[in-house]
């Protein structure tokens, strides 16, 4: 079986930042892309960032410059460093890889348990 799991949400003010990171483990045979989604309670889940295990990276539109997302392809981690944060950003935040398992002949979309992030003053 293959896991995810998040650390780093909490609550900051508006204009601060916070670092998500999320530690894939089990039965990894390959790791493909990983990145962060987003749900706002009443929206659909939404892309924040992904990156390829090759090094591309994929924003949402409304980032916009504040967040980056990078990897540590050794430790099977990915991180969301979050910048000029606001209100509206606030959500849970949930890791996802792309990940084919020793068990499987195929990659499978796998998700974390989501990491609440609250933008308030």
């Known amino acids: 079986q293959v896991q995810l799991v998040e650390s780093g949400g909490g609550l900051v003010q508006p204009g601060g930042s916070l670092r998500l990171s999320c530690v894939a483990s089990g039965t990894i045979f390959t790791l493909y892309g990983m990145g962060w989604y987003r749900q706002i309670p009443g929206k659909q889940r939404e892309l924040v960032a992904s990156?390829?295990?090759?090094?591309?990276?994929n924003y949402g539109d409304f980032v916009k410059g504040r967040f980056t997302v990078s990897r540590d392809n050794e430790k099977n981690m990915v991180y969301l460093q979050m910048n000029s944060l606001k209100p509206e950003d606030t959500a849970v935040y949930y890791c996802?890889?792309?990940?084919?398992?020793?068990?499987?002949?195929?990659?499978?979309?796998?998700w974390g348990q989501g990491t609440q992030v609250t933008v308030s003053s």
């Open positions: 996802n890889g792309l990940i084919r398992a020793w068990e499987d002949a195929t990659p499978h979309d796998y």
């Open positions: 990156m390829t295990n090759g090094g591309h990276t």
